[in-house]
């Protein structure tokens, strides 16, 4: 008997490559929302003997126009695209290009950031057929079983799509949110991590969220958490732990600890398998106890980093964030990680453009911020992301916000426009700071010898004295884009990056150094930096190779700018000496 040739259905999701791990573009993220949709489709026997339904998991690195010509070679009767925000312009350009090669195959969307506006996105976007609402594994199977039309799309709870004369209409209904249906991709072999390709891999061990931060959609406004299977959990974790081309394990769960029983039996298994992957989770600092810690130290975290969110110290931006936790409490937890824990290394969230902040109380922020010494500090412009209470009540908050995704705040009435180009302008000095860790620390480690300082003073101090010799800061168009944000990040660190630079900044802690007394206790290192530096700059005194054979890699290492230029310079700042010799 002769088979009859399924239809083929895309599923297209766009991922973000070289963020974990860092640097690795050839490393392929399996984004887990495809992944779920075509596990739990095919489990439906009918849908199964019918359809051939494909994951397309590109890059967004890739050609909007070359991901199209892989789709439509494919020929289906259905493209479906996952939408987030690091994706959505791929998504908007690429379904465009599809739907003008393919006029007939309905195009239908879902993801955080389109389903929340949902008929603004189908009246901008008109190759968009349907929009679908929540989490769609179940939806999308009831699809799959229906017609691709607007008779089909109306008979689906929640979900957005235009009628024959392109009228967007709006179906009602309850969601059903039933995540036992839903099989393990790992399991079914939907994701293949034996296909000749190193893997970052995405594991969900819950829906939801006790609590709705103001700038995040993961909160749930009846507070309910669906549980995965922890058998399903279990087994996945034994596929995934135990295999060598794993790079990465992402956890997507708001606090892998707000299920703390289940969390340890997690934690038991990952270390149980054989091999240890580094491993990122989003934690929440009310949930470390000795008992979570001890967890937690079982596992290879990514960089042996405790990620948590400070996001601010003001009590009225804290009030707004719908976040209650105060500054003791984080004193009180990182105190108990690193009595457990010395090696960990503590990184923090803070947010600018917040309500109720504005530039003098982000900078009190970061000040605490560093007195918790973190290994690294992740300062982040607000978005305001669709589905947010923050995107809720924009008007009332009175938010100036970019008209396109990823809508970026310009400011608001007590974050002024003048205080936000004053914050990102600072912020950049941070990350430049950043990048030099002995320079960091030095700074940082003032205060250990005098408190009359603040540390936000002393990196004033260090910027006043390095803008005397090269600013590349000052020469930055702020504009609200993250394109533009990661240009002018690329651009100030490749100019820091060049020798004479980074010898303008070493000798310009020393003179920091120097002022405020602690030369001798603190300027080892950076004393070493300006060798290595002039090294570099001058061919005088020791080489490079000398260098590291009287002082050792990892000490070198340690002084040398963390930041490696991708492209090339247009501007080269010449080599200024403009700090005396102490």
Known sequence: MKQTRKEVVAIVGFYLPGIYPAGDDSVVSDLLAPALLKA????????????????????????????????????????????????????????????????????IMGGPQVMYRASEEMQKHPQIDAIVYGNGELRFRQLLKGAFSPEGFEQIARITY?????????????????????????????????????HTVFIE????????????????????????????????????????????????DACLFYTRQRAKAICDKIASCSREIPTVMTLDIRTLTEETIASLSQLTLIRN????????????????????????????????LRRLQPGAQISLDLIYGLPQDNFERFRESVDFAYSLSPGKLYLSHLLLLPGTPFW?????????????P??????????TPDDMARTMAWVMWIQVMNYFGAIKDAVLRIREYNQRYRYIDLIDRLIEIVRAQVDPVSELQHEFTIESQNANRRYVMNTFAEPENGL????????????????????????????YYRSLCYDVGQSEEELLAAHGRQRIEYVQAKWRVSTPQKRRVAPLQCVREV
């Open 40 to 107: 739990t489709a095919d489990a439906d026997p009918d849908i199964a003997a019918r359809y051939d339904i494909r994951r397309f998991n590109f890059p967004t690195t890739m050609d909007s126009a070359e991901a199209a010509r892989h789709i439509c070679e494919a020929r289906p009767v259905l493209v479906a695209y996952s939408v987030y925000i690091w994706n959505y312009l791929q998504t908007m350009q690429c379904s465009r290009l599809t739907k003008q090669s393919l006029p007939d195959v309905p195009v």
């Open 162 to 198: 235009r009628d024959h004369q392109g009228r967007i209409r709006e179906t009602q209904g309850g969601i059903v949110e039933d995540v036992s249906q839903i099989p393990s991709p790992y399991q079914t072999g939907v994701v293949d991590l034996n296909d000749g390709q190193r």
């Open 205 to 252: 061990t819950f829906r939801g969220c006790p609590f709705k931060c103001g700038y995040c959609v993961w909160g749930d406004n009846n507070v309910k958490i669906h549980k995965i299977d922890l058998d399903r959990i279990l087994d996945d974790i034994e596929i995934i732990y135990n295999n060598p081309n794993v790079e990465v394990v992402y956890f997507t």
């Open 305 to 336: 980093q405790f990620h948590l969110g400070l996001q601010s110290t003001n009590p009225k931006a804290l009030e707004a964030l719908n976040r209650k936790t105060a500054k003791d409490v984080f004193v009180e937890k990182i105190d108990l």
């Open 392 to 404: 809720d009540h924009r008007d009332a908050l009175g938010f100036d916000y970019t008209d396109e």
């Open 406 to 415: 990823p809508y970026m705040v310009r400011s608001n009435p007590q974050f």
């Open 504 to 531: 303008i900044l070493y000798e310009a802690t020393r003179q920091l150094l120097v002022e405020c007394g602690v030369e001798s206790r603190l300027g080892q290192d950076i004393n070493l930096g300006i060798q």
